[in-house]
T-cell receptor, first 114, second 112 residues
Framework: KAGVTQTPRYLIKTRGQQVTLSCSPI?????VSWYQQTPGQGLQFLFE???????NKGNFPGRFSGRQFSNSRSEMNVSTLELGDSALYLC?????????????FGQGTRLTVV | QKEVEQDPGPLSVPEGAIVSLNCTYS??????FMWYRQYSRKGPELLMY????GNKEDGRFTAQVDKSSKYISLFIRDSQPSDSATYLC????????????FGTGTRLKVLA
């Protein structure tokens, strides 16, 4: 069974540009959540999607947005990039079983803003 | 004060030692508790997933949750150099939501 796939693995962008990251969840999983990981702040929740609807949002500015498609694939977009957006962006997928279930992470997209 | 506190380490132990990793938390609404292992330049890998208080064992790993003390632990028996990684605790309060709150991670080094 294939795991969570994130593309691209690495990105270098310039301040002010925008970027789109992609996440393909494990087959059959309908929930996708996104996290930002930095050395200083650790893993911080960005947002969560289930059946194309955003269910939760973290404390990030409106420059960070996301969406989920009918096939459960998800994208996140960061507009007007800042140097502080340099981070590892991680996507996690889950099957959302009654009573809770585990979230599995992809390898991440490492974004560097210069 | 952060919702989840975790000693960043680094923690160095000899091969074969029992390792104890811990997190404390302040939000009594947390019900789901996870431990992830993250190797350098990789995504977090789920090790243990527990609900409410109690113990759970999987091979060399044992997870303990004490909700009365707001304290969770991960024990690694017979530690191996391949266990060298960063260990992250994570928590959530509601079934079916994946808004996890993570600890900052503990770096573990197992010396051969």
């Amino acid at each position: 069974k294939a795991g969570v796939t994130q593309t691209p693995r690495y990105l270098i962008k310039t301040r002010g540009q925008q970027v789109t990251l992609s996440c393909s969840p494990i087959s059959g999983h309908r929930s996708v959540s996104w996290y930002q990981q930095t050395p200083g702040q650790g893993l911080q929740f960005l947002f969560e999607y289930f059946s194309e609807t955003q269910r939760n949002k973290g404390n990030f500015p409106g420059r960070f947005s996301g969406r989920q498609f009918s096939n459960s694939r998800s994208e996140m977009n960061v507009s007007t990039l800042e140097l502080g957006d340099s981070a590892l962006y991680l996507c996690a997928s889950s099957s959302v079983l009654p009573g809770g279930s585990e979230a599995f992470f992809g390898q991440g997209t490492r974004l560097t803003v210069v | 004060q952060k919702e989840v506190e975790q000693d960043p380490g680094p923690l160095s132990v000899p091969e074969g030692a029992i390792v104890s990793l811990n997190c404390t938390y302040s939000n009594s609404a947390f019900q789901y508790f996870m431990w992830y292992r993250q190797y350098s330049r990789k995504g977090p890998e789920l090790l243990m997933y527990t609900y409410s208080s109690g113990n759970k064992e999987d091979g060399r790993f044992t997870a303990q949750v004490d909700k009365s003390s707001k304290y969770i632990s991960l024990f690694i028996r017979d530690s191996q150099p391949s266990d060298s990684a960063t260990y992250l605790c994570a928590m959530s309060g509601t079934s079916g939501t994946y808004k996890y709150i993570f600890g900052t991670g503990t770096r573990l080094k197992v010396l051969a």
